[in-house]
T-cell receptor
Framework: AQTVTQSQPEMSVQEAETVTLSCTYD???????LFWYKQPPSRQMILVIR??????QNATENRFSVNFQKAAKSFSLKISDSQLGDTAMYFC??????????????FGQGTTLQVKP | DTAVSQTPKYLVTQMGNDKSIKCEQN?????MYWYKQDSKKFLKIMFS???????INETVPNRFSPKSPDKAHLNLHINSLELGDSAVYFC??????????????FGAGTRLSVL
């Protein structure tokens, strides 16, 4: 069974600074996807970034980038130039890849990030 | 236009009642999901349907029954509501995960409070 662990329940960062959220996972699968979702106070779940395990290159989306270490089963999210609107709960998630994929997302416990002015 | 819409946004009800939450997506996706977010914010999948066929049925009490009249709709019916059912329920949709990009789009959630 796959598990996803986010060991930082809460973090804070000053506006315009950089912060890194940690995520580790456990799986025996070789092909899979990893995701970071953001849940602001509005409750809406928003996809931040997605990584395919077979790709060595780390995914980036504007100010958001990941550090994907497949051997270490680590998938951290770096937010650069933090903005007040980044204040939210961030969830790391895992999904199997391939013909047997049911689309089941397995989430970590979440990290609450507060960006301070 | 909202891509994945759930109604109602808030639902307050008494123990023992039966209630339904509706979900509709206008993205043309084949697959829809229900997730439950508990009071500790932990998210866990409950069900998924692909083209009206049940694909995922996690360990969920029989009081929960999903219904998919067509691939754009996935409703969740809950019988004999219990206090422990209080949570936020999220609907999501995606293209067929076996074939295409595995990006799920979520609705805004329904906060269910059982008194």
């Amino acid at each position: 069974a796959q598990t996803v662990t986010q060991s930082q329940p809460e973090m804070s960062v000053q506006e315009a600074e950089t912060v890194t959220l940690s995520c580790t996972y456990d799986t025996s699968e070789n092909n899979y996807y990893l995701f970071w979702y953001k849940q602001p106070p509005s409750r809406q779940m928003i996809l931040v970034i997605r990584q395919e395990a077979y790709k060595q290159q780390n995914a980036t989306e504007n100010r958001f980038s990941v550090n994907f270490q497949k051997a270490a089963k680590s998938f951290s999210l770096k937010i650069s130039d933090s903005q007040l609107g980044d204040t939210a709960m961030y969830f790391c998630a895992f999904m199997k890849h391939g013909s047997g994929n049911t689309g089941k997302l397995i989430f970590g416990q979440g990290t609450t990030l507060q960006v301070k002015p | 236009d909202t891509a994945v819409s759930q109604t109602p946004k808030y639902l307050v009800t008494q123990m023992g009642n039966d209630k339904s939450i509706k979900c509709e997506q206008n993205l043309g996706h084949d697959t829809m999901y229900w997730y439950k977010q508990d009071s500790k914010k932990f998210l866990k999948i409950m069900f998924s349907y692909n083209n009206k066929e049940l694909i995922i049925n996690e360990t969920v009490p029989n009081r929960f029954s999903p219904k998919s009249p067509d691939k754009a709709h996935l409703n969740l019916h809950i019988n004999s509501l219990e206090l422990g059912d209080s949570a936020v329920y999220f609907c999501a949709s995606s293209q067929d995960p076996r074939l295409a990009k595995n990006i799920q789009y979520f609705g805004a959630g329904t906060r269910l409070s059982v008194l």
